[in-house]
């Protein structure tokens, strides 16, 4: 699955989680967490050997270990964004292929194999998802929040390249390419992340620009 349907898993489950637990949503810190198992694609380019895609990171038990420290300080409120993560592999990898879910107690691949990526019919169940969860963000509110600035903003940056990186790979043909149908939506993430991350980096500027102009105002009274 590509980051279009991961962000639309993590979305929905963890909206869901905060409503049973009544905890506040950090909607940057979310998505982030949705496509955070993929951090393997990037090691894997660093020639780590350990890790292969859908490997290690995507293991239940590893996630779960990197979560501890979140819930011994955040305690509940942590819950949404460890639902996020396992989406990941445990709702958009397992059906499409699977996943190394018990590493490294096992290194057994659990899954399917009968909904390849890239798909007609994988591709047409992220654009559903895609529907479903911007709808959702809209009726909410929570679509509008993500374009003011906020603090966490600036980690949408590991999601603006979790977009960009397959659709720099059309042209060469590879597997992990994107499919012509989820361009739209990419480039919809593409945008809202870009316009939510300038307009968090420039508002840090315009406060720091008053702060240093009260700074000068105060050394000369």
């Known amino acids: 699955m590509f980051a279009i349907g991961h962000f639309a898993l993590g979305y929905l489950a963890g909206k869901g989680s905060s409503k049973v637990t009544k905890t506040d949503l950090n909607l940057p810190l979310l998505l982030v967490a949705s496509i955070l198992p993929d951090i393997d694609l990037l090691l894997q380019n660093l020639n780590m050997g350990l890790f292969m895609h859908r490997g290690p990171t995507h293991s239940i038990i ?13 305690r509940k409120q942590a819950l949404p964004y460890y639902i996020a993560a396992l989406s ?7 059906p499409t292929g699977g996943i190394e879910m018990l590493w490294p107690v096992s290194q ?3 899954g399917s194999f009968t909904l390849p990526v890239g798909s007609f019919f994988e591709v047409v169940a992220e654009l559903l998802l895609f529907a479903i969860a911007t709808s959702l ?13 906020c603090t966490h903003n600036i980690y949408l940056i590991i999601a603006f390249g979790a977009v960009l990186g397959p659709m720099l790979e059309i042209s060469r043909g590879l597997d992990a390419s994107l499919p012509l149908l989820l361009v739209p939506s ?36």
Request: proline share 4%.
């Open 62 to 74: 590893t996630i779960t270990v990197f979560m501890i420290p979140f819930f011994m300080y955040y």
């Open 186 to 221: 990419s480039v919809f993430w593409l945008i809202l992340f870009a316009y939510s991350i300038l307009k968090d980096l420039r508002t840090k500027n315009s406060n720091g620009n008053i702060n240093n102009n009260a700074s000068v105002k105060g050394s000369t009274l």
């Open 108 to 110: 057994h691949w659990f």
């Open 88 to 94: 990941h592999p445990l709702l958009g990898d397992f």
């Open 137 to 149: 963000m809209c009726w909410s509110g929570d679509l509008k929040r993500l374009l003011q600035p």
